[in-house]
């Protein structure tokens, strides 16, 4: 049974909006992030980014004081404006041909350490206590963890009814993608949703498993904290931004090798053929459209891999995975590398030129070899999830990716 929690969100006024909300930081190249910082003094990014106004660069502990600094300086100028009273947030994001509508809302930590929400990927401890610690200085969470459920035509005929009305805010943002966001605060539908979300056994995290982990985190230490702990203070939750699985777009992540590990071309070529039936295109650009098929692109000509069944093993969930795959037949076995998050050798690439992308680098010989997968599904992430398993790194790409600062998660009652 999922709890769903509303809260009062401190938003944009509706005339900044549009300068307010921001990607992720992470998205930004310092071209970008420069513009922003020197020309729009309403972006949240200046808040992130407090040394900038000193032309110092700052860390740790001196930067988070500053941030929370930023924070109040947005609350006292009104840029930033917290709402009277505690409501959902129905969030609809439009991109090209990919649309979805979700909830913004606060879901427990209680239920991310009972597996009502349940994750597929590893999280670094050290990041955990980083992000923690920021929590704890700076008293506000600025984006959503992204997680899925079921879908429920009970919620969609409350969303559906609710987003007919006049929306809080309405705008499109350079990258052309707009962003619509509706208030439910009225007490009937608060609890309405409550009661669906009830009936809901999981939610899963797709995206934010580090925002995820340092909540609940922040929990235990502010529980510890506090002689008069109840369960209800803001640190028990986490903000989140709940969609329908169908509405969740996941993107593959190819891979690229910068040598062969000593090996020629064709003793390459004889290794794989113990568990691949392998196929020359030349320079015909070949894709992989089934699950346990792979592309290839080496000294000028792509190949296709398909799996030998009766050779590979399936065991579980995981080693059903086309990353994990990839990781247990090439990338560790021929190619020796192990650590896949870390290891020099390797990089990672998305998006719906990334073939063209890793052809170019390994002709320019800034790479020996790539390697082409089909998206993963919903029901794998969920499979990864349910068997408490974990997923090897860049195994999805996700989508929506959501603003920052659209709606803000208040942490000022809790004290640490």
Known sequence: MAVIKPFKA??????????????SYEEYSKKELDCVLNYNPYSFLNIINPGNRFNKKVSGVERFKLVHNRYLEFLE????????????????IEKDNFNCCGIICATSTEDYRNSVIKKHENTLENREKLFANYLQLVKFKAEPVLMIYPDSGEISNIVDKETSNNPECHFTTPDNVTHTLWKISGKSTLKVLQNEFSKVNTLYIADGHHRSASSNLLSILSKKKNPDHTGNEPYNFIMSYLIPESEIKIFEFNRMVRDLNGLTTEEFLVKLDEFFRIKNHGNQLYRPNKKHHFSMYLKGSFYSLYLRKRVYKFTDALSKLDTQILYKTILEPILEIKDLRNDKRIQYGYGKRNVLKMKDEIDRGNFAVGFGLVPLD???????????LVMPPKSTYIEPKLRSALAIYDLGSSES
């Open 378 to 388: 919903v029901e794998e992430i969920k499979a990864i999830a349910d068997a408490g």
């Open 77 to 92: 100028d009104q840029i930033l404006l917290k709402d009277d009273e505690e409501s959902f947030y129905i969030y609809k």
């Open 10 to 23: 401190i938003r944009p006024a509706k005339d900044k909006v549009s300068f307010v909300a921001s990607r």
